[in-house]
């Protein structure tokens, strides 16, 4: 019980090029590196939205906490 050996593998590929054609095997393998790349991109997107979103919260808890820091401090002036 060894699992697929080459030559196994040769004649599944054979068989699959006899039945599809390069041209369409050709076809399909650009689809799906396209779908790939695709994908890729887009999970490079969301995980810079997220950083984005990430800091403008980072930032507007920074700005609320000085404001209300300069808020007190007046009222403790007066």
Known sequence: MGGISIWQLLI????VV????????KGIGTDL???IKGFKKAVTEEE???????????????A??????TSSDVKEKS
């Open 33 to 35: 590196g396209g779908a």
């Open 48 to 62: 810079k939205d997220a950083d984005f979103e990430q800091k403008k919260q980072v930032e507007e808890k920074t």
């Open 18 to 25: 006899l039945l599809f054609g390069t041209k369409r095997l």
């Open 64 to 69: 609320a906490d000085t404001v209300s820091t």
């Open 12 to 15: 599944i590929l054979v068989i």
